[in-house]
């Protein structure tokens, strides 16, 4: 049954939760896929083993390698793929040689994102520093800060900084001493990547599907998340966050919407909404509804 508005929806408790889409056209049910334990998957670009790719010619899906640019279709099996990833060394039980490639694969990553994103930086003392390249230094201290939930004061800790110095005596070059300035490099880093993000969404191939969830966190705060779905240019499957924001006050939809309606604005996709993926709380009736008459989002009532 399909209603473009809530006026014709049914009373009926029994009725499943609805979907919520721009698009003109009735959404077909698909069947759940189990989760990903292989330990191959592990081994993809996406650290996310769930991510999945598609060819760009045919639309089938692939495993991609993390370590160079082979890719094999998923649809014979994984033996293929176990006989490359030994040509890395890798095997399923291989776990110091797995952890230092990855490792080896994060920091090339920053190199990269570091060569995207050179910055003008004062040497903090009369030593050369060029042991370690300060870009890459602030992308990698950035990742440990925000993954760790690190205190930005913890570099302003003599034993921390006196472990870092046993290390690398260069750090004192490039490594600030006032948490404020660790805090300029976490924004900066935030900026650059919602930026590479914002690109991605203009580049897709599809619809921009929407989830979102309102939940509490450790602290008691009110927090809702929105992630985005999308197929990009080269066939991959991307999962992002766009937004993490606190609610004040209560969770109805007519406070909700306004929050969603600011992050679809911000990235620039208002006009190129897929579906929205909810539960059943009764508040995302009304969030969706007051965000129909803000958008052009048409509502769609699916009934299996």
């Known amino acids: 049954m399909l209603s473009p508005d809530f006026s014709s929806r ?13 698009a003109s056209t009735p959404c077909s049910i698909l069947p759940v896929k189990r989760p990903r334990t292989t330990w191959v998957w592990n081994h993809m670009p996406d650290p996310d083993p769930q991510t999945q790719y598609f060819n760009k010619n045919t639309g089938k ?10 890719r094999y279709a998923t649809t014979g099996g994984t033996r293929a793929i176990m006989e490359h990833l030994k040509t890395h060394n890798i095997e399923e039980n291989s776990t110091r040689e797995t952890r230092a490639i990855n490792q080896q694969a994060s920091i090339q990553n920053a190199m990269d994102i570091a060569r995207e994103n050179p910055q003008k930086r004062r040497r903090l003392n009369e030593s050369q520093g060029e042991s370690m390249d300060p870009d890459q230094l602030e992308i990698l201290y950035v990742r440990w800060v925000s993954a760790c939930s690190v205190s930005f004061r913890m570099v302003e800790c003599p034993e921390f900084r006196a472990l870092l110095f046993y290390i690398n005596k260069d750090i004192d070059t490039w490594l600030p001493r006032s948490h404020n300035t660790v805090r300029d490099w976490v924004v900066r880093q935030y ?4 930026a590479k993000i914002k690109a991605s969404l203009k580049r897709s191939t599809t619809r921009i599907h929407i989830s979102c969830d309102l939940w509490s966190s450790p602290n008691s705060l009110a ?22 924001r606190e609610i004040d006050g209560a ?54």
């Open 223 to 244: 927090i809702l998340g929105i992630v985005a779905h999308f197929i990009t240019g080269d066939g991959e499957l991307r999962h992002v966050v766009l937004a993490l």
């Open 191 to 194: 900026e650059a990547q919602k």
């Open 61 to 70: 899906p692939e495993w991609r390698c993390r370590y160079c640019t082979r």
């Open 10 to 22: 049914p009373s009926s408790p029994e009725l499943p939760a609805p979907v919520f889409s721009s």
């Open 251 to 304: 969770h109805t939809g007519e406070n909700l919407s306004p929050v969603i309606l600011d992050v679809i604005v911000d990235y620039g996709f208002e006009s190129n909404l897929g579906f929205f993926m909810m539960d059943n709380a009764s508040n995302n009736d009304t969030m969706m509804n007051h965000l129909s008459t803000r958008t052009c989002i048409t509502i769609i009532w699916v009934q299996s």
